[in-house]
């Protein structure tokens, strides 16, 4: 008696079916690398606008005082009090 050997499909579908689960985590994998690489860099842009926005809100307060918009117009500017004297060095 010869034996014939059957092809084993039940073999067949799980190669097919690990190959196809292997294919679908790596895919996740990459994705999920490309959005950690995306939360790494708008971090980085919220931690820098923090920064400016906390400068700008320290800016404003400053312009907000009027002791501070008077040293600006006489050092800036050069505006001067009613009967004082404009005073400039030369510049070398």
Aim: glycine residues 2%; hydrophobic residues 40%; aromatic residues 8%.
């Amino acid at each position: 008696m010869t034996q014939r050997k059957s092809f084993n499909w039940f073999a067949l579908i799980m190669l097919v079916m690990i190959a196809y689960f292997t294919t679908v985590l790596v895919s996740q994998q990459v994705h999920l690398s490309h959005v950690s690489e995306s939360q790494r860099i708008a971090d980085k842009r919220l931690e820098k606008a923090k920064a400016t926005n906390e400068k700008l809100r320290k800016e404003l307060a400053e312009l907000q005082d009027i002791n501070n918009i008077e040293k600006l117009a006489r050092e800036e500017l050069g505006f001067t009090k009613e009967g004082e004297m404009p005073y400039q060095t030369t510049r070398q």
